[in-house]
């Protein structure tokens, strides 16, 4: 409904033009026919002025390469959402995306090698089965997801939804690949969009930094594992 919004209103609104002139004429005797043949151009010529503009407001809303909301149609949605929530008494959350070693990527191997990745998590992120979801491309290899959700649980049941069904190779030429997300939720932790994807950016930030650390404390473990299991077999070794 929404990517035909200006052709139906136009058509409806030639409708409602027209039907008072249709009476009008065919009252006064003029030749149906004709009526019905200047109605039905009528109709075509809005249907078709309509078309052209859904799809203007489809390039201005669309990013070419993701196909996923733009940032300024990002905010006039959450800003429709916003109030929905308010109404309803239910959150909504802001979840910010960002794909780990994007910029090495982009800078080793190619930006087509990272047009392809942005590509793939976009539409993955398209295709999840998540109730009321908008997805936006906000800049470089970040993406928001808003999502209208009832209470707290269902914020992190989403959360859980993504990250499980975002799928990427393990590496691309030796870089390591993965994603990082950080949740915020509107009206508690803030009241626009921009304010909500700052707290969500730190929040996906302070967890990127976790994930690197836990996965440095388990190199550090697995090698000093490593260097006890060797340190052990020559001990055994000079026994014998």
């Known amino acids: 409904m929404e990517k035909r919004k200006g052709r139906v209103l136009l058509t409806a609104m030639t409708v409602l033009a027209a039907l008072p002139l249709h009476m009008y004429l065919s009252l006064n005797g003029l030749n149906h026919i004709l009526v019905v043949v200047m109605s039905a151009l009528a109709l075509l010529f809005s249907w078709q002025v309509g078309k052209y503009i859904d799809q203007l407001r489809y390039e201005r809303d669309t990013d070419p390469l993701t196909r996923t909301h733009t940032r300024p149609a990002a905010l ?16 909504v959350a802001v979840y910010f995306i960002d794909i780990d070693n994007f910029k090495t990527i982009n800078d080793s191997y190619g930006h087509h090698v990272g047009d392809t990745m ?17 997805v936006a491309r906000w ?20 959360q859980h939804t993504l990250l499980s069904h975002i799928q990427l190779p393990t590496s691309c030429q030796q870089t390591p690949l993965s994603i990082s997300i950080g949740c915020s939720t509107f009206p508690s932790q803030g009241m626009s ?3 909500l994807v700052d707290i969500a950016d ?32 020559r001990r055994c070794v000079m026994e014998k």
């Open 76 to 91: 006039r949605l959450f800003r429709a959402m916003s109030k929905k929530s308010i109404k309803a008494n239910h959150k």
């Open 118 to 134: 942005l590509k793939k998590v976009s539409s993955q992120l398209l295709q999840m089965k998540i109730r009321g979801k908008r």
């Open 202 to 233: 730190k929040q996906m930030l302070w967890n990127k930094r976790q994930s690197k650390s836990d996965a440095h404390r388990k190199r550090t473990a697995t090698l000093s594992n490593g260097h006890c299991e060797e340190a052990s077999s």
């Open 193 to 195: 969009l921009d304010e």
């Open 139 to 158: 800049g470089g290899d970040e993406f928001v997801i808003m999502v209208p959700c009832a209470d707290d649980k269902e914020v992190h049941n989403v």
